[in-house]
Nanobody, 119 residues
Framework: QVQLVESGGGLVQAGGSLRLSCAASRIIFSGETMGWYRQSPGKQRELVTTITSGGRTNYADSVKGRFTISRDNAKNTVFLQMNSLKPEDTAVYYC?????????????WGQGTQVTVSS
């Protein structure tokens, strides 16, 4: 099992930046993908971005060009750099780790961190 601890959320004005961190309690194995999801009041939780153990990334259309996911394997940590923030980015952001092996499926979640963007 894995513990995921998030930090870096807060209040920022539109156009500003925040950097979220997610520290895992062990190394990330080959065959595991990490990512960020977010959820606003009254809305479904949505995928923001993912990164594989090999460094391959993908992004939701709404954040392309503004958000960047990265990882520091030595620290078992994944980051989300958020630039040019908009009020519609306001949400609780959740760190996620999941397996990509069809014969060994599991998933872990962080506790979530609040991001609020004021106009």
């Amino acid at each position: 099992q894995v513990q995921l601890v998030e930090s870096g959320g807060g209040l920022v004005q539109a156009g500003g930046s925040l950097r979220l961190s997610c520290a895992a309690s062990r190394i990330i194995f080959s065959g595991e993908t990490m990512g960020w999801y977010r959820q606003s009041p009254g809305k479904q939780r949505e995928l923001v971005t993912t990164i594989t153990s090999g460094g391959r990334t993908n992004y939701a259309d709404s954040v392309k060009g503004r958000f960047t996911i990265s990882r520091d394997n030595a620290k078992n940590t994944v980051f989300l750099q958020m630039n040019s923030l908009k009020p519609e980015d306001t949400a609780v952001y959740y760190c996620n780790l999941r397996s990509t092996n069809d014969r060994s499926k599991y998933e872990y979640w962080g506790q979530g961190t609040q991001v609020t963007v004021s106009s």
